[in-house]
């Protein structure tokens, strides 16, 4: 696994440019609550890139399921560098996207459509951040993880109740890193995903 990642001035730069794009925008539509309007660094976007220090080594490409403003895929895009597929089924969040993606020069493709019927190909890291419980979330990861492939999944103080609910139908290798953003929260890096096959 990498080290955190050790933000360049260029990248503080983008980030901020990132921001500063999030709170225009968000005068126009719902991207963050009003009230996280003054934590953006502290509640989204540092919390997004903790994630980094836990992807692959090895990862070429990844996917962000339901991306909605950003986080944490296009805060990892801007980050790390590495491409990456957001998936957003609204318009209006993945025009932002679209934007965000272009001002920050992050080499992100956006697809505005469900996760379901997403047409892009399997990646080695996916990832995913206040969408669903975590058997939902391993239901739409199946078919665009690749083999080999990670997930990185935040999750809060209910994270043992939702590993618990997707054991029934799902083996896995799980490594839960507490969050450095949030005291009840956890990072779950899941690995080794197989659907467990009843006779």
């Given at each position: 696994m990498k080290h955190p990642v050790d933000v360049s001035r260029e990248t503080q730069h983008r980030l901020a440019e990132f921001a500063a794009?999030?709170?225009?925008?968000?005068?126009?539509?719902?991207?963050?609550?009003?009230?996280?309007?003054?934590?953006?660094w502290e509640?989204?976007?540092?919390?997004?890139?903790?994630?980094?220090?836990?992807?692959?080594?090895?990862?070429?490409?990844?996917?962000?399921?339901?991306?909605?403003a950003?986080?944490?895929?296009?805060?990892?895009?801007?980050?790390?560098?590495?491409?990456?597929?957001?998936?957003?089924?609204?318009?209006r969040k993945a025009a932002f996207l679209r934007e965000a993606a272009r001002v920050t020069a992050a080499p992100?493709?956006?697809?505005?459509?469900?996760?379901?019927?997403?047409?892009v190909c399997p990646a080695g890291l996916v990832t995913a951040r206040a969408?669903?419980?975590?058997?939902?979330?391993?239901?739409?990861?199946?078919?665009?993880?690749?083999e080999?492939?990670?997930?990185?999944?935040?999750k809060s103080e209910k994270a043992d109740q939702e590993i618990n609910?997707?054991?029934a139908t799902?083996?896995?290798?799980i490594e839960p890193h507490i969050s450095q953003t949030d005291r009840s929260g956890v990072i779950l890096r899941i690995s080794e995903v197989k659907r467990v096959r009843f006779s």
């Open positions: 794009l999030l709170l225009h925008w968000n005068k126009r539509i719902n991207l963050v609550g009003r009230s996280d309007e003054g934590v953006i509640r989204h976007i540092l919390d997004s890139l903790q994630l980094a220090a836990l992807m692959p080594d090895n990862v070429v490409r990844a996917i962000d399921l339901g991306s909605g950003g986080f944490p895929g296009l805060i990892l895009c801007i980050a790390t560098g590495i491409p990456f597929d957001l998936i957003e089924s609204d318009q992100a493709q956006v697809h505005a459509c469900r996760i379901e019927g997403a047409p969408l669903a419980p975590l058997t939902k979330l391993l239901d739409l990861a199946e078919r665009l993880l690749a080999g492939g990670v997930c990185l999944f935040p609910e997707a054991s799902w083996t896995m290798k």
